[in-house]
């Protein structure tokens, strides 16, 4: 028995000791393999999944690794059924491996005959099959490529694709560094992907994830169709590629609802690519309008779902797709994995933090007690009304204004997830909303005045979640949102993450109520952070609305 932070579980659970002084490596060494589930004060619930330990061996990871790690960390004995299971289940991957040949095309090929004989006895996959060219080789027809891929994961059996890519309509990209230069950690990703050919780099936002694209596109000498959340981060895009490649402004084109322009470099919205028009997907049809030789997702963790069996198609090209965090609240990170590819490359926020280029960040939950008349109101309605309820109590509004008071000058967002509760701060704090019907140009001016210090607050609904580039701001105050989702979460703490110019820390504070489904929600929204070493500490509005006495001010650090 050792002193070590964790105690890994039978049941594939590791708890993690917080406090522990080797709880921070541990988590670094935990990240690649196991997934957050809980995330109370002193003890975090890890749970060792199939698909991580997939991910964590696609990116490079062997399960010695794994191991060693697990009994290194453990304070007790690891229990060896788990460890022989990690070995197993890494193991699965890549005895199916998809190939070109160049006599029959698109092969399966395996490394053990007994899972191909499993799998040609498989009724989802043997509609998908060709003919059996010898023991350890069938035939694929290359449309199958993608869908394969979803049944082999979903079976048991995810397949290493090795079948290569097209390398598509040629197209001159070089990155102008004369005035910059990619970091460490941003061509680590770059080579990751391109090594693989096809898959996710993971950085936290701020980390310069439109970079990696660029970079990635000046290695794939090719046309490349970019797809984002909205049109204000898609013109984000076409301004940092002006700014650091070759392109000019006749080489990109922006696909939206504004402007149908496809050129070498297209930018396009997801909201474009399924709109639909008598049933169909007719912009689905953009895939299909050049031979593109790259396919960048922004914001991967949001793929639509037409969008996924769209890319099922795509198999042929090179995917990267781009997100500070893989978590998808449907639960379908798999198809992430299958058709995008695997995870290529991960840094934990706070390694990138301590090497300077993220701002440090401060989570505080404030915690409001409604009035007599909302928890009455609470108690009696409709279960699926209750979180609304609950996040836009009228007792919210004193709190986010005290906290304004805390952070005088200093660059504000408020952000909530209802238009009404919006509309109401935006009127107390004297501030311009900015939410879905806001116009794009209206958006941009209202961006650039904020950018440029002329309106010290804006308050955003969740159309600010995404690939809003904002480096000033370094106050949030959340006071509700889309229900537990923990990739909001941490896109909306992303917003405060560019470094500041003075130096100093990002403050990131979310309002919730107690005693109502908002604290439930907010507990869960907090997990991937948590997984990434953010701690929130939780104080009472009474204490905030108070004023601070002699160094008792709740919002000062805790020295001890």
């Keep these: 028995m050792t002193d070590g932070p964790l105690i890994v579980q039978s049941d594939k659970t590791v708890l993690l000791e917080i406090a522990h002084p080797d709880a921070s490596a541990a988590r670094s060494a935990l990240a690649p393999f196991a997934e957050l589930e809980r995330s109370p004060e002193h003890i975090h619930t890890y749970r060792i999944t199939p698909l991580a330990l997939w991910n964590a061996g696609a990116a490079g990871h062997d399960a010695e690794q794994v191991v060693d790690a697990l009994v290194r960390w453990s304070r007790f004995p690891v229990p060896q059924a788990l460890l022989v299971d990690v070995v197993d289940t890494m193991a699965r991957y890549g005895r199916l491996i998809l190939r070109t040949d160049p006599a029959h095309g698109l092969v399966l090929v395996t490394t053990d005959r007994a899972v191909l004989e499993e799998i040609l006895h498989n009724r989802k996959v043997t509609p998908m099959l060709g003919a059996r060219i010898d023991p350890d080789t069938v035939q694929i027809h290359p449309s199958e490529r993608g869908r394969l891929k979803q049944i082999l994961l979903k079976v048991g059996w995810p397949a290493e694709d090795e079948a290569g890519y097209v390398d598509g309509e040629a197209h001159p990209i070089k990155l102008d560094t004369a005035n910059w230069q990619l970091r460490g950690y941003q061509s680590d990703a770059v080579e990751g992907f391109w090594a693989g050919g096809s898959g996710v780099v993971v950085l936290p936002c701020g980390a310069g994830k439109t970079l990696v694209g660029a970079a990635a596109m000046a290695k794939a000498q090719a046309t490349t169709l970019i797809l984002v959340t909205n049109t204000v981060a898609g013109r984000q895009w076409r301004r940092e590629l002006l700014a650091r490649t070759s392109l000019t402004e006749e080489e990109i084109g922006e696909y939206s609802g504004e402007r149908k322009e496809i050129r070498p470099v297209t930018i396009a919205t997801y909201q474009m690519m399924t709109r639909r028009k008598a049933g169909e997907y007719t912009n689905l049809d953009l895939f299909d309008s050049r031979d593109w030789g790259l396919v960048i997702y922004d914001e991967v963790h949001l793929l639509p779902a037409p969008v996924f069996r769209m890319t099922a198609d795509l198999q042929s090209r090179r995917r990267l797709g781009l997100t500070a965090t893989l978590v998808r609240e449907d639960g379908r990170e798999g198809d992430v994995f299958s058709l995008i590819g695997p995870k290529r490359f991960d840094s934990p926020w706070k390694d990138i933090e301590s090497q300077g280029w993220i701002a440090p960040a401060e989570c505080i939950e404030v915690r409001v007690t409604p009035t007599e008349n909302e928890r009455l109101q609470y108690a009696t309605a409709e279960p699926e009304e209750r979180y609304k309820l609950a996040a836009t109590v009228r007792t919210k509004l004193p709190v986010v204004q005290a906290v304004l008071a805390r952070h005088p000058g200093e660059p504000a967002l408020v952000i909530g997830a209802y238009l009404d509760q919006l509309d109401e701060l935006g009127e107390a704090l004297g501030a311009p909303v900015i939410q879905g019907s806001t116009k794009n140009a209206e958006r941009e001016r209202l961006y650039d005045a904020f950018r440029s210090g002329e309106i010290p607050t804006l308050v955003v609904s969740k159309v600010a979640n995404f690939s809003i580039d904002l480096p000033e701001a370094s106050v949030a105050v959340q006071v509700s949102g889309t229900f537990g989702s923990r990739q909001e979460e941490a896109q909306r703490l992303g917003r405060l993450l560019r470094p500041k110019a003075d ?58």
């Design 503 to 560: 130096g100093k820390q990002a403050h990131f504070y979310s309002v919730v109520t107690r005693d109502t489904v908002d604290t439930d929600y907010a507990a869960h929204r907090q997990r991937f952070l948590a997984e990434q070493g953010y701690a929130y500490r939780i104080i009472d509005a009474d204490e905030l609305l108070g004023p601070p006495v002699g160094g008792n001010d709740p919002l000062e650090n805790d020295p001890s």
